[in-house]
Structures are given as C-alpha cells and as structure tokens.
C-alpha cells in the first residue's frame, strides 16, 4: 500500500483533482438551474406535480446511462467530460428542484402576507424573505445532492473519465486493492469537506436557526 | 436517429418470457437481487434503529449514518468487495446491504424519535411496559418515517445495482455495460428506460403498502364507516401523500 | 433576515462558479480540447492493462523527443476507443493489426488474408480518412481461447476445432464485446461450427474471466496470449487452425494530420525494440507485481535506449 502511494502520486492527485471539478460544477450549475425551476413550481400551482414528477423519473434513470446517452443527445464528443458534468447537472437539478420547491412552500402564507403588506413587492419578497426561510430545507438538499456528486463521478470510469473513478477500474483489472482503498478514502474524505462547508455556510446564512434551538433547549 | 435508440426497447424479441438475456428475466433477476439487499439491510438496521430510537443510546451513529452511507462511492465498494473476496454474487450484496443501511437505519431512528412524548407518557400511564411501549405504540406511530426509509432503501438499490454489471452480475445493468462495451446505444436506452419504469412502478406499489399499513389516525385519512365524527389527528410526521416532506424524502444517490 | 448573511452565502457560491469558470479545467488535458491544439498529441489506451503499458511507452518516447503528449487511458472496448479516435477525442493509440482489420471490416478479414505482412496491407484499404497506421512490431498479443489443463484433458482439445463435439456442454467468458464480434462469438458460429452452452459476460482477458477459468464457473476462457497467468496456472492454448484470430502484431494508430517524422520515428523505435517475450515479460511487472505502468514503461525504454 505504502509502495502504492510513493508510486503513483501524480496518478492519484490528477485523479483527485479531475474528480472535485466534475462534483463541484455540476453542483453550482444545477443550483443555478433548479432556483428559477422550483420558484415556477411553487408560483404556478398547475406546474409543481408535473415538475416534481419529472424530476423523480430523471432522478430514477440509472447514472451510467444518463452520462453515455448525453453525447448522442448532444452531440458533444464521446470523451468529453462535459458528458459527466451535464449528466451529473441533470441529477443534481432533478433532486434540488423538489428541495427548492418544498422549501418555498413550507413559507408560512402569513409571513409572505406581512411582507407584502409591508410593501415587499414579488421580486424583493422573494429574495429577501421566502428564500431566507427556506434556505434551511434547501441547504440541507445541497448537502445530498453534493454528496451524492462526489459518489456519482466515478462512475464515469466506466467510460474512461471518473476522476477517483479511474482507481477503481486500474484496481480491478490488476486485480489489486490499494488503489481502491485510496479511490474511496479520498471519495470519503472529499464528501466529507465538502459536506462541512455547506453546513459552515449555513451557519453563516441562517443564523436564527441556532439561535431558536438554542433558545428552545 | 431516435427510432433506432428506441428499437432495442421496443423490439418484440427481447421480451419472451423466459429465453436468457430477454428484458423481462434481467427484471426478474433485478427485482430478486434488490429483494435480497433491502431484506438483508432491513434486517439489520430496523432492530438497530428502533434500539437505538428508542434508548437513545449510540444515537451518533444512527445520526451520522445516512450522510457517512451517501459518500460512499457505490463502484469503488463493488469493486473492493469483487477484489478481496472474489466473483460472483456475494460481494455485490455485501455492499448493496452496506448502501441501503444508511437510509433505513436514519429514518427508523428519527420516527422513533419523532414519537409525541405525551402520547408514550400515556401509554407509561396505561401499565404498558418497555417492550410493549415500543411496539404497539413508537412504532406503529414511527411506521411513515420507517416506511419512507424503506422505499428510499429499495429505489437506491435498484438503481444502484446496476452499476454491479460491471464486475459480471446480471440484472438489468447488463443493458447498460454490455451496450457501452458494444457501442450499441439502443441497449442503454432500453436498459435505462427500463430500470426509471421499474423504480417507478416499484415506489408506487410501495406507496400504496405504505398508505394501507400505516395507521389512519396519523395521516389524518378519514376513515368513513366510523359513525362518530372523528377529528383527524394533527399529523406530527409529514404527511405521506406519496411525497413525504423534504425532511425525509432527500433521496439517497442512485446510479 | 440578515441581507449580509445571505448575500454571503450567495456570494461565495458566486465567486466559487467564477473560480470555477476561470481555473484551467484539468480534464481538458485528458481529451477535451487538446486536439485543437496541432502541437499536442493525446495519447489513448484500451481498458487493459496491456494497451496502457504500450500507450505509456508510446507518450514516455514522444515526450523524450520534444512532443507535448496529453494521456487518455481507460478509454473500453475498441468499439468506444475507435469512435473517440474518430472524433479527434484522442490521436494515438496502439493496435493489434488483425483485430483491427476485423473490426473495421464488414464481414471481418478477407479470407486468406493471415501472416503479417498481408494483414498489413489489407489494413491499409479499410482505415478511416485521416488515420493512418505506422509499421507494425514483431510483437504479437492474440486473443485466445484457453482452458485448464484438467478440461483439456477431459475432453482431449488442442485445437479450437476440438470444441466442436462438446462446445454445448461448456461455457465461455470474455469481454461483453466478445458476444458480437467476427473474432469472438460470430465468428466462432460461422468459422468453427460452435455454439457454447453458455456465453458469461465478464472482462476481456482480466482477472474476473481468469478466476472464472480457474475456479470451474466456466470452461473456456478469452484469455491474452501475452498474459503470464497462462503458464502461472497451467492453461491450455487452443490452436486456432482456421486462423479466425489472425495475426495481431502490434502497430501504433494515429491521426495522419498529427503524425510527423519525429512522431513517426520515435515510434517506430519502440516498434522495433518490442517483442512478443519482452512485452511478455514487462507486462508481468504489472500485472503480477503490480507496478504501475509509467515506471514500467520507463524501465523497457531505459533498457532498450530508447529514452
């Protein structure tokens, strides 16, 4: 193992390296996605169950196959990470958009009513004060998606391009485990952080949530 | 373009009933490996989570599982299972048991915590004991958490075990790998079109064991041959109407 | 609410896309855009290990030679790799003359067409526009049929042809891509007359059919003919009498508008030094002791002066 790790170092950081981009900005493009998508959701009442149903049949639609048919929706060239990055935006906005949808919702009408009386206008109400309350829910749906990111970029080693993904398929066709280990380490350890700043961030944004546990306790 | 992706699905041969590699018997054996996996998890982490709910003990772990259980790379576990302890099924099943823990023993332990603390005082008041407390009150009470993490459990495993194709298990992953490996992309989309149906169909039968087990005064269904005017119990968990509040129903990743 | 609160959280995200946006991507260097670049090679591989070893070989004396290489391993089966050769995705890859021109064929090889040089020649009519073959090595690594020593026995096989009687009663392993190949199932229907009980679908010459062999799951394996586990574990090659498997001497494949002398020469040079013993013998290196194949790579190239 240790042989392993003094052998293949460059191997593994550009593994690593490749593996955190193609987690991370699936991430921030379906965030950008999914925000105006659950808003519509919520807004226009007749849109929230189809939406959320095509969300939960995307969601279901295994990841290998989503990554290889891009390219023949797209015709995007076959090993062009893009592939992972779309296929990945696609699940990350199928989970975000129930979790952005139901955060809004779960506004109390009341307090969107005080705000509009206080002359929020739609917009400004929105941002300033439906997104806010809702951010708990939505923030703690980020933290799946993310997590769930990292774990599904490896399965794009299948088609040559995974990231942590390529030490698992070189383990298994050496029939050689350190290269695994160290694969899913890293995957660990990089959900992990990855985890830990989203919840820093939710401190930071939603501070009144502590304060009310603290105060409830 | 799109006639010939769709005509691997579409084509009448590959659904005899019963000739090897045909859709219906990679559903069969599909169904049967998911089967196994949640039954064999269940087993571990519904005892686990209701002792845990319940004494509040080791709560850490029931806590942090989910999220330590959703960051791990489902293929990099296949394939170290395969390498250490060889082919065939086994492997796979330890680590699809080892996926599906997480959710199960999560959303066991939060229905179990979520129990009205009033109403277990009430039943302490009643005479009923430790044991009885637990199963005929937290856990009936429990049952749309639990439930929830079940149907998680089942859609993640279905989903995710197709990627076991790879080290040579059956199931419909086998659309999916053998369709890349022979550049033949009607496969995929029949492979991957067949799995979203089964998932689908699978979650909605789950549905409607979950409406019908779970006791009607917690879902505020009015249940109509009562002659008495029944005030609907104030829901304390979320109301499963097939979409359980955000709380519970952030699935885990499937691939 | 605290706006502050919120513009910072909505600020970090948004810095962070921009970082994002900004930062080179490091998987550009592993065939996204690279070929627009006409100083840049991308080298590809196959998913064995093999054709990594090779396509490190190839990357490590181009680079010695004053050309940028981007490197693109892993990539599957031929029927992927070709098509990313196809769409500029990679440059370069090493090939096996036969099962090349099998693949590339429609009714698989001509028939006749078997030793090397002939091989090479009819290769030449059925390569895509643009890519050109550079001259083959000596090297040679078959696709096999093999067995254990105890079936061999049991059923008296030395040639493929001996499966025919007893073909129904045994099941074969190999790569996915094996079921619908001329060199694979197909063409042992059409050539050699078999049907097997059983095709399992597992890796092409990797470890899951070679434990598949050995353990009785199956009886006949695709196994390659550079692997040390054959002789490691007592396997029986089956002779391949109607030369359905041609001849597979290894020939680097590259796109001709980034093929120049240098490039050309400095394959050329691994061409000659390689062999089917030697190729045998450092691939067993990684294989076997699981060294990883850019120091292998650099070893052979090292030791044959290549560097």
Known sequence: MIQYLQNNGPVIQAALSQHVYLALLPVLLGIVVSLPIGYLAVRF????HPLLNLSGILYAVPSLALIVLVPSVLGIRILDPLNIIVALTVYTVALLVRVVADGLKSVDPLVA??????????????????????????????????VANVSLVSVGAL??????????????????????????????????????????????????????????? | ???????????????????????????????????????????????????????????????????????????????????????????????????????ILTTTYAGIRAVDPAAIDAAKGM?????????????????????????????????????????????????????????????????????????????????????SVISPGLTGRRVTRRTTKTVPAPSTSPAPTGQPGPGTRTKAPTS | MKKKNLLGAVGVLGVGMLVLAGCS???????????????????????????????????????????????????????????????????????????????????????????????????????PEGIVSLPQSDAEDKDTLSVTSETADEYDLETIEDLEPVADQLRIAAGPE???????????????????????PLDAGGPLTLAALTDGDVEVANIFSTDSAIETNDLVTLEDTKQLFLSENILPIVREDKSDDTVEDALNSVSEALTTENLTEYLAKVQVDKQDSASVAKEFLTEYDLL
Do not use: C
Request: no cysteine; charged share 15%.
């Open chain 2, 1 to 103: 373009m799109n006639d010939g992706l769709l005509s691997y699905l579409l084509d009448g041969d590959n659904w005899q009933f019963g000739a090897t590699g045909s859709i219906p018997s990679l559903i069969l054996t599909h169904l049967w490996y998911t089967i196994q996996a949640v039954a064999v998890a269940a087993a571990i982490a519904l005892p686990l989570g209701l002792y845990i709910g319940h004494t509040g003990k080791l709560s850490f772990i029931a806590i942090n599982a989910a999220n330590a259980g959703r960051s791990l790379p489902t293929l990099g576990l296949i394939i170290l299972l395969v390498v250490l302890m060889g082919r065939g099924f086994l492997p796979v099943l330890i680590a699809l048991v080892i996926l599906a823990i997480p959710p």
């Open chain 3, 178 to 200: 094996f079921a619908e190949r001329i060199q694979g199932i197909k063409g042992l229907e059409s050539e050699y007359g078999l049907t097997f009980k059983e095709f399992v």
């Open chain 1, 45 to 48: 009442n007749f849109l929230y």
């Open chain 1, 159 to 217: 088609i040559g391009v995974g990231g942590l993904g390529t030490l698992f398929t070189r383990g298994q066709q050496l029939n050689y485990a350190p290269p695994i280990i160290v694969g899913i380490v890293l995957s660990v350890v990089l959900a992990a952080i990855l985890d830990g700043i989203i919840v820093l961030i939710q401190r930071r944004a939603t501070p009144w949530v502590r304060a009310a546990g603290r105060i409830a306790s």
């Open chain 3, 25 to 127: 991507d490091p998987t550009e260097s592993t065939g996204g855009s690279a070929s627009g670049d006409s100083e840049t090679i991308t080298v590809g591989s196959a998913n064995f290990p093999e054709s990594e070893l090779l396509a490190e070989m190839y990357a490590q004396v181009l680079e010695a030679n004053g050309v940028d290489v981007e490197r693109s391993f892993n990539i599957g089966a031929r029927e992927v790799y070709l098509q990313a050769l196809e769409d500029g995705s990679i440059d370069l890859l090493p090939e096996y003359n036969g099962a090349l021109l099998a693949a590339l064929s429609d009714d698989g090889a001509p028939e006749g067409v078997t030793s090397p040089d002939d091989v090479y020649d009819a290769l030449q009519d059925v390569l």
């Open chain 2, 127 to 211: 005479g009923m004991r430790p044991m009885q407390v637990l199963f005929k009150l937290e856990v009936p009470m429990a049952l749309p958490l639990i439930s929830s993490g079940l149907r998680n459990a089942l859609l993640q495993v279905i989903a995710t075990s197709t990627v076991a194709a790879y080290v040579g298990i059956g199931g419909l992953g086998r659309l999916l790998v053998d369709g890349i490996a022979l550049n033949a992309y009607e496969r995929v989309v029949a492979g991957a079109v067949v799995v979203a149906a089964l998932a689908i169909v699978v979650d909605l039968i789950a549905a409607v064991i979950q409406r």
């Open chain 1, 113 to 146: 009513e005080a705000a509009s009386a206080m002359g929020y206008r739609r917009l400004r109400r929105l941002v300033s004060v439906e997104l806010p309350i809702a951010l708990p829910v939505m923030l703690a749906g980020l933290r799946v998606a993310t």
